[in-house]
């Protein structure tokens, strides 16, 4: 339901599209903002559900998910959204699947089946936490306790992807991100995946702490992870080794993206803006108007960001 009020309302989630940028949020608010962040309309949304992440991987096309299993399409720059899942059909989904597969004699995914019924049992209890598409056609989702499926056809058909993920407790999977041609998640307890694209598989990579990540980032010459208490690890080598960065926090970092100079730019729930010239190495804190919680966090225009949290959605002037 559209609402005056959504502007100030919990965003969860921020993406570009195009030239606009699109927050997503709670009880289904889309908004939308041609101007950088200084005005905002909302858009059409069939669904209540809290939003928790969107994505856009050209300037139309766009997924946005949340709550209640959703997961929503968008062909018009986030103007107009459609429902392409939901909690008891992804529950449907996974069923039919691993049945397929365990009659079909594969009993390395025979396992997957009960995991599945008990996804499909929950009904529309297990969120979807996160999105992230190659390209127009081709994208996973992830969310609570390890649940990942994947297309290959816009969102028309959905695929599990229990059996292909090194996650066997089942951990929340908050974030999935491409960076540099590699495809990365992060979850609870020092989760970090990478996509093994010729095994089809996302292998778990050996990092040195185990507090739960929120987030990923970087750029061709590094990977960053980032989570609770300042947390920032950083790897040069694809992920073989990471080494600790000091941010000086000791609260949680919520949020992270490039800006339009290059600059790495972590934000955290307390408010903290943290940006990074040497491709993550260090950081320094940015003087900013006024803290802002930050749930989300993404670069509007040059020396300005945009940031999404339970305050709502708010441009700020980078100092």
């Known amino acids: ?180 041609g590699d495809v990365y998640i992060v979850g609870e307890q020092g989760l970090v995946l990478k996509l093994d694209r010729t095994a089809g598989r996302f292998r778990a990579l050996d990092l040195p702490y185990k507090g739960t990540l929120f987030g990923v980032i970087g750029n061709a010459r590094a990977v960053l992870v980032y989570g609770l208490r300042g947390t920032v690890l950083r790897s040069a080598d694809g992920g073989r080794s990471w080494q600790p960065v000091d941010t000086g926090l000791q609260v949680g970092l919520t949020s992270a993206a490039v800006d339009n100079d290059g600059r790495i730019i972590i934000a955290s729930q307390a408010g903290h803006v943290l940006a990074s010239r040497d491709d993550g190495a260090t950081f320094k804190a940015v003087q900013i108007e006024r803290p802002i919680p930050a749930a989300a966090v993404i670069s509007a225009a040059k020396d300005s960001i945009v940031i999404g949290g339970p305050r709502g959605v708010h441009s700020q002037p980078l100092k």
């Open 1 to 180: 339901v559209k609402s005056p009020l959504a502007v100030r309302a919990l965003v969860n989630g921020l993406a570009i599209a195009g030239t606009r940028i699109v927050a997503v949020g709670q009880r289904g608010h889309v908004l939308l903002s041609d101007d950088a962040g200084k005005s905002w309309q909302q858009a059409e949304v069939p669904v209540s559900s809290d939003l928790v992440a969107v994505a856009f991987p050209s300037a139309n096309t766009g997924w946005a998910v949340g709550h209640d299993g959703v997961v929503l399409h968008s062909t018009n720059a986030g103007g107009r959204w459609t429902r392409q899942l939901d909690g008891h059909r992804a529950g449907s989904v996974m069923v039919d699947y691993y049945s397929r597969e365990t009659a079909g004699g594969d009993s390395k995914r025979a396992a997957f089946l009960e995991e599945a019924k008990r996804f499909a049992a929950q009904g529309a209890e297990s969120p979807f936490l996160d999105v992230w598409f190659e390209n127009e056609t081709t994208g996973f989702v992830v969310g609570a306790f390890g649940l990942i499926l994947r297309t290959t056809d816009g969102g028309a058909n959905w695929e599990p992807w229990l059996h292909a993920v090194d996650n066997p407790k089942t951990f929340h999977l908050y974030s999935i991100r491409g960076v540099a």
